[in-house]
């Protein structure tokens, strides 16, 4: 039995993908992702953000796991103290490009 639909019929489309600039808060994409995650409701549960540098390139992708994970240090160790950015929370291996890495530049940051 094979596949017969094709994968263009089964992604979500990029526009349709929370994405963030790479200067935001960990509270500014949790925002992000709770109010993708209304709008999408029932289509797809977004698990992740996309994160894009000031020239609208992509650098990586910030999971919800990685949002916890940033919030936890938040609350248990600092209670009341400014949250981390995403560069704080993923660490330096995801934050530097790497130049074998192709950066896809993103028509996403100009849209709001």
């Known amino acids: 039995m094979g596949y017969e639909k094709d994968i263009k019929d089964l992604m979500i489309p990029l526009k349709d993908y ?62 009341g103290g400014a949250l981390p950015s995403w560069q704080e929370v993923v660490g330096p291996e995801l934050t530097s490009s790497h130049p074998e890495s192709s950066l896809v530049p993103s028509p996403l940051m100009g849209e709001g």
């Open 18 to 79: 929370p994405h963030v600039p790479s200067w935001y808060t960990l509270d500014q994409v949790a925002t992000i992702m709770r109010e993708a995650a209304i709008k999408f409701a029932g289509s797809f549960e977004p698990r992740a953000v996309l994160v894009f540098d000031e020239k609208s390139q992509l650098l990586g992708i910030l999971t919800l796991k990685d949002i916890v994970r940033g919030l936890e240090g938040d609350i248990v160790g600092n209670p």
